[in-house]
């Protein structure tokens, strides 16, 4: 028989964390506290594991705790020991997966786990507010970027040439810009003012994660088209881009091809995608068919 899984899309509540701490006090199922609660017990069991405390034991009496201890023939016990196992205990590790409530707490010599909602409400908390702060990129990893393109736009180079003649660095010019113009790079002497034009931006806040990325950006990513260009450096490739210096246009479309260093250009109004295909099915129109792809597959080929 199916299990019929329970998905309102909502967050857990701090009643509903006080609900699931008092279900562990009262030794109820995971089942049971994701019934009263209406979510489902996936749910209840991520949410134990993931905020529950540790209380470590007292290890002055039994400083190795083993669950084969007593038909190991390897003797005496070592803390490092290639046999050990961790002792079990089906209420912590189980169901409801916590020790609060439990009749043998204040006998047991395990380690221990609880549950605390005020404490699992604020870490919660702290961590949706840190996911929506700060910019992909750890901090020792802006720091090796920033010690190659500092000296380097201080001598005039743009972030293209840089990254040009550096493609140790596998991150685009656009996402360089985004750090210089956010001040991701200002304690490492690196501003708007060592770009030519300037752009105003909320500032960085100092913070630095990884941020887990869509699974849909496999083989789409910037290190990805690195990668593809080295196995395959006979290929030829045209790079477009969108070139504007407000936000409410014009907007500037340009195709460069990258072995020619020929680059085409159309000025639109809108920055849309049927705007930025209008103009190539103009130049279609008027070419017609057979012109334009002798034209464009000598050019883009070249």
């Known amino acids: 028989m199916s299990r019929k899984y329970l998905h309102d899309n909502t967050h857990l509540t701090l009643d509903e964390r006080k609900i699931i701490e008092a279900g562990i006090t009262n030794n109820s199922t995971k089942a049971a506290i994701a019934a009263t609660i209406g979510k ?5 069991a991520k949410e134990i594991r993931k905020h529950r405390i540790l209380k470590p034991r007292n290890t002055y009496h039994r400083p190795v705790m083993c669950d084969k201890l007593n038909v190991c023939p390897h003797k005496p016990c070592k803390k ?4 050990f196992q961790e002792p079990k205990c089906k209420r912590r590790d189980k169901t409801p ?3 609060n409530g439990c009749e043998n707490g204040s006998k047991c010599l395990y380690d221990k ?10 870490e919660y908390r702290e961590e949706l507010s840190g996911c929506r702060e700060g910019i992909a990129i750890s901090k020792d990893e802006l720091k090796s970027i920033a010690e190659i393109i500092a000296p380097l736009l201080n001598k ?5 040439q840089i990254l040009s003649a550096h493609p140790e660095i596998k ?24 770009l030519k034009e300037q752009v105003q931006r ?3 806040k100092d913070k630095y994660k990884k941020r887990k990325e869509p699974l849909n950006y496999a083989g789409r990513k910037y290190s990805d088209y690195l990668q593809f260009r080295s196995a395959n450096p006979e290929t030829p490739v045209t790079q477009m881009d969108t070139v504007y210096n407000s936000s409410s246009g014009p907007y500037l479309q340009t195709f460069l091809v990258e072995k020619t260093g020929f680059m085409l250009g159309f000025i639109h109004n809108e920055k849309t995608c049927e705007n930025m295909v209008s103009k190539i099915d103009w130049l279609e129109e008027h ?3 057979d012109l334009f792809s002798k034209i464009f597959f000598q050019l883009f080929s070249s």
């Open 171 to 194: 991150v685009s010019d656009r996402t360089i810009y985004n750090y210089i113009e956010t001040g991701a790079f200002k304690d490492f002497g690196i501003n708007c003012l060592s």
């Open 287 to 289: 070419l017609g068919a």
């Open 97 to 99: 997966g916590a020790c």
């Open 202 to 204: 909320k500032q960085f």
């Open 156 to 160: 005039g180079q743009s972030v293209n």
């Open 40 to 44: 489902d017990a996936t749910t209840v």
């Open 80 to 83: 490092k020991c290639e046999f």
């Open 113 to 122: 786990y609880y549950y605390k909602a005020d404490i699992a409400d604020k």
